[in-house]
Structure formats: C-alpha cells, structure tokens
C-alpha cells in the first residue's frame, strides 16, 4: 500500500518532470513564432474584423500547397503557449482564433510598433548558434563569439553585412520599444544644442527625440560598418568613429544599451570619452540602460536576467548591472551626480550630471 508520504514523492517527481520538460521544449515558442510570421498569420488575422476560422487563415497564407493539418497544428501549439485565442461559437464546432494582448505585438503594421524584427535576430541562425559554445565560456572563459567565430562579436558583424542588418534591424526594433515608453515618460525639453547619441546604432533613437524636439541637432555616432547601412534621417548627421578614441563633440550625450557590452574598466574610459565631448558644456548624459534586481515582481525582470546571460556569453566581461554597479563604474569616472527614473521597460534612465 503507497503511503501519502509516498504519493507526495511521486507527485514531486512527475511536476519536477513537467517543468523540466516545459524549459526544454521552450526554444520551440519562439521558432513556432518566427513560423506564424513567416506566414504572416499575425496579419491575416488582424487583417479581419473578428476572430477566423483556420480557413480563413488558410487562405490568407495564400499557398497552393499548403499544409492544412500543419497549420492547425501549429495554431494548436501557439494557443496552447497562450500566443494566440481560440474561441468557441455557439452552434458551431469550429473553433476560431484571436490575437490577444501578446499577438497583436507580431502584426507588422507600419504605423504600430512591433516585435517582428526582434524575433528574427533572436532566431538568427548564426546569432543562435553562438549559444551551442556557454558552457565552454564558463568552463574556459573566452566568448561566445571568439569560440564560434574566431573573431568579437562586432568584428564578426563587421563582415557579415547580411547578419550585421539583421542584428541592427532587431536592435532598432528593441530600442523603438523602449522608445515609446522613455518618450512618453521623460522630457528632453531641458536640453539644448547637439545631442549625440554614443553607439547609437542606425539611428532609430536619435531619430524619435530629434522630430519630437526639433530644437536638437542630433548626431548619430557608431561603428563605421554600422553608420554605412543608416538611413537618412531629417536633423540627424551620422558620423562613424570608435568611442574609445573620440566621441562628436556635443552638449549632451544619450547612450542606450551600450554600457552593458563592456567590462567595468571599458566603461569607465567610454565615459571618460564621453565626459570629453560634453567638456566646458555643463552638459548632461542619459544613459538608458538595465538596472538588474529593479524589482523581482517586475514582469520584464527575466528578460533583464537573460539579457545578462547573453551579455556575459556574448563579450569579454559584458553584463547587465545593479544599481550599486551603476554607481561604481559612473563614480570611478568621475560622475557623482545622477538620478535614476524608472520607465515602464526593460531599461531605466539614468540621468547623469556633468558637474
Ligand atoms: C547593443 S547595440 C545598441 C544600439 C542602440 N544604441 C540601440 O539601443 O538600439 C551597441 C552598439 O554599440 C556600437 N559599438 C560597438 N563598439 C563601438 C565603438 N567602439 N564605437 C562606437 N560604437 C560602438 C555597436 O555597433 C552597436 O550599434
């Protein structure tokens, strides 16, 4: 006869299971992900007025030899993993489906902000790759990158315009994201002058503050590899150079998801370059960036930790920080004044004073 003591070990053991199972087939969410828009189904489905039939998904897929049971089954999974709805009418056995909060993120409407471009870097086949090589970095040290590549990560890109559009593409998607929330929670009103955006990508950040303040002249400062695919922007110049050696001279500075690429002691000489260029201005820096451990209740703080993992996998010593390591690295460069203002994302603002 089982004992309760017993049964209680069976039940431990089966759930330990079943979450571990569950971590193990999570890689498949975001592969399915990328498969419905591949085929676009976010947009059919938004395309119609109300919930769809899986005919009507079908045919807006618009292939002539599509896989009918391999849509529905994928639908199954992406309801299952709550990425889409299924509903169910009255008098009706068919079920349909709806976007829900989480989908309507993947509809690519040119006038909303959507995650399109952040789920195909995320699936990048080579980007993806480099993670086969974490285990080797903690055993051995070394990155990701060097293992896979023989080369850092932005070398990597440097040569590889194919991945290197997507990366920026992905990262411009992450930073329009972020955009929305700073631009609607933070005022850039106080500022006056040059604004040069360090590490800025392709522009899509400088771009938003400049045509919302068109007082600012806006300099978008990166890579020259990276400066070469930027799009034209009205307001913003973009220059290419490297940031360990000379950043534009400006009166502020903004700087997002940079920081968190380097090392302590890489930070501190970019922002000592940083100081530099806002030298004489009594300028300000707005770094938008991870503060770690904000809140551990706060949704978006396990992206914030994975984010971390990727940082240390992908540079030498790169990492998302806590509050208290914010304070070193800006302290050791010289900085002692500064704010933190928390917007609803994965980053924070830290507003940093000259004097
Ligand atoms: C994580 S991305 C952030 C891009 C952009 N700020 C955003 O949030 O979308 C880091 C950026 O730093 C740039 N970068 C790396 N090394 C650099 C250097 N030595 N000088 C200037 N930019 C550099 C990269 O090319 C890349 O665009």
Not at 211 to 232: E, R
Not at 254 to 274: E, G, P
Not at 277 to 285: A, D, T
Request: charged content about 20%.
């Amino acid at each position: 006869m089982t004992t309760s003591t017993q049964k209680e070990d069976v039940n431990a053991t089966f759930g330990g299971l079943a979450k571990c199972l569950q971590h193990i087939y999570a890689s498949l969410d975001v592969v399915a992900i990328r498969c419905a828009l591949e085929l676009r189904i976010p947009d059919v489905i938004n395309n119609h007025d109300g919930p769809v039939t899986l005919a009507q998904i079908a045919h807006g897929i618009n292939s002539s030899s599509l896989n009918v049971d391999g849509l529905s089954r994928l639908m199954s999974f992406l309801v299952h993993r709550q990425i889409f709805d299924r509903v169910h009418q009255p008098q009706s056995e068919e079920p349909l489906y709806t976007l829900n909060p989480c989908s309507k993120w993947l509809v690519q409407d040119p006038k909303t902000t959507n995650i399109a471009p952040y789920v195909m870097m995320v699936t990048n086949p080579s980007l993806r790759s480099l993670l086969a090589n974490l285990s080797k970095c903690i055993s051995e040290g070394g990155t990701t990158a060097m293992k896979a590549f023989g080369v850092d990560f932005w070398s990597y890109l440097s040569v590889n315009p194919r991945v290197n559009d997507i990366f920026n593409e992905g990262m411009a998607c992450g930073t329009r994201i972020t955009m929305d929330a700073l631009m609607s929670n933070y005022k850039f009103d106080g500022l006056k002058g040059t604004l040069v955006d360090v590490g800025g990508g392709i522009g899509a950040a400088i771009n938003e503050i400049v045509t919302k303040y068109p007082h600012l002249n806006g300099i978008n400062f990166d890579l020259p590899q990276v400066i070469s695919t930027a799009p034209t922007y009205k307001g913003v110049t973009h220059v290419g150079g490297d940031m360990f050696k000379a950043i534009p001279p400006a009166d502020s500075i903004f700087m997002k998801s940079v920081l968190h690429d380097w090392s302590d002691n890489d930070c501190v000489r970019i922002l000592k370059k940083c100081r530099d260029s806002i030298s004489g201005r009594k300028g300000k820096m707005v770094i938008v960036d991870t503060i770690l451990h904000r809140g551990e209740d706060d949704a978006l703080e396990y992206t914030r930790v994975a984010h971390d993992l990727m940082m240390f996998s992908l540079f030498e010593n790169g990492k998302e920080r806590t509050e208290v390591e914010w304070k070193k690295i800006l302290n050791d460069a010289g900085f002692y004044r500064y704010n933190i203002i928390q917007i609803p994302a994965i980053e924070s603002i830290i507003e940093v004073y000259s004097d």
